[in-house]
């Protein structure tokens, strides 16, 4: 019985390809069914892998196979030198799944720009720019005017996916990248910014429901509002203490409120349903939620911002809704096509960048699929979503 040849490989490659996608040495010798001395025998240059063995190891990192016959590991920047700092979240020490989605979101950005420049079209700038100084109203205030969205225009919306993809296409519009990441539970992140310019990125976890997704975007861009105006840096030069970093977060928190809800809207809305009905109970606080296309402890939230209710009042509307979620049942994730996935996570004017460049023969189809994360079977029902009005392209993956 013959037994496959080891292949020559840097040791220091291995090390290198392990510890940048963030796995232990553990969970990869699980992945590759070895032993993990086996594995530290490699690394160490001990032993060799198979040829076999190095090809599961480029699709378990999410590596090019020709990295494993490089002499010596590339010279990359830290992930955490791109984006914001988040909460629990130690730079360097990121998930595995984290750590992919950060490099798949960034090098989205740079074939972004790089399309831009072979279409010979101009790439967007984000131009606004906020300081902790200011009154979170007042900043909310001008990030409402630039993003476009009128009262009358949200209180249009039918549901909360019309609201979701209003304000994913606001944002866009500012020369944002607006992008999803999967995989990765809402509890490790539920929204992260890449404080890059030009195009600069806000993400959301699609695992959360849209009420949810559109506060945690306008959440990022008040962050990349921040980054703009030298308040905020990457999280590898983030130094504030956690009590100062929460200081920022409340901020950033209070003008994705008040730019969700602003005041007078608030207050027209509360008149036109006669609210309270029921002294803020789970009821009234819900209609007006639904109202905004918001969640309801976002929105009692929100009213004891406003002082609508007091603390105490707060705090016992807390306690009543977290009584009433736990009886809800689970929500099912469903079935997602591979357009509606693309269109979720890519965005549309990603998207719509890469089909231009390949009409305009600027890449190939391989390279256009590979941008895209789909089949190239499937472009001709993704040429058909784009002519749509963007909706609930933006099921969990």
């Known amino acids: 019985m013959s037994v496959a040849a080891p292949v020559p490989v840097s040791s220091a490659v291995l090390v290198w390809a392990r510890q940048e996608s963030g796995y232990a040495l553990e969970r990869v010798a699980e992945k590759l069914a070895v032993a993990p001395e086996r594995l530290a025998e490699w690394e160490r240059g001990e032993r060799q892998p198979t040829m076999r063995q190095i090809e599961m190891l480029a699709r378990v990192f999410h590596r090019p196979l020709s990295l494993f016959f490089q002499p010596k590991p590339p010279s990359l920047p830290p992930l955490a030198a791109e984006y914001r700092r988040l909460p629990g979240i130690v730079p360097g020490a ?36 906020a300081h902790l100084a200011e009154s979170p109203v007042a900043v909310a205030e001008r990030l409402r ?19 979701w993809a209003a304000w994913r296409t606001a944002v866009e519009r500012l020369g944002v990248l607006v992008f999803q990441f999967s995989k990765i539970p809402p509890e490790e992140a539920r929204g992260l910014a890449l404080l890059r310019t030009p195009l600069p990125v806000a993400a959301v976890n699609p695992k959360e429901i849209p009420e949810i997704r559109a506060f945690t975007l306008i959440h990022e861009v008040v ?122 996570r890519a965005g549309r004017p990603f998207t719509r960048t890469v089909l231009e460049a390949l009409d305009a023969n600027r890449i190939t189809p391989v390279n256009a699929a590979r941008y895209l994360d789909l089949k190239f079977e499937h472009f001709e029902k993704l040429r058909a979503a784009l002519t749509k009005r963007p909706g609930a392209e933006a099921a969990d993956e």
């Open 94 to 129: 990121e998930s595995p799944e984290l750590r992919l989605a950060l490099r798949k979101m960034s090098a989205r950005r740079e074939a972004m720009l790089q399309l831009l420049i072979e279409l010979g079209e101009s790439t967007a700038v984000f131009d606004l720019a």
């Open 145 to 163: 005017a630039a993003l476009g969205v009128s009262p009358m225009h949200q209180r249009e919306w039918s549901n909360e996916w019309q609201a």
């Open 223 to 344: 962050h990349l509002m921040l980054a703009a105006a030298k308040e905020e840096a990457p999280a590898a030069r983030e130094t504030r203490d956690d009590e100062a970093w929460a200081a920022v977060e409340r901020f950033a928190e209070e003008t994705a409120s008040q730019t969700l809800v602003p005041e007078a809207m608030l207050a027209q809305e509360i008149q036109a349903g006669a609210l309270p009905r029921h002294d803020w109970d789970l009821s009234d606080v819900r209609s007006l939620a639904r109202r905004f296309k918001i969640t309801p402890l976002a929105m009692a939230t929100r009213l004891r911002g406003s002082g609508y209710f007091d603390w105490a009042h707060y705090q016992g509307w807390k306690r009543a809704w977290e009584s009433f979620v736990a009886t809800l049942k689970p929500r099912s994730g469903g079935y997602a096509h591979p357009v509606e996935l693309t269109l979720g």
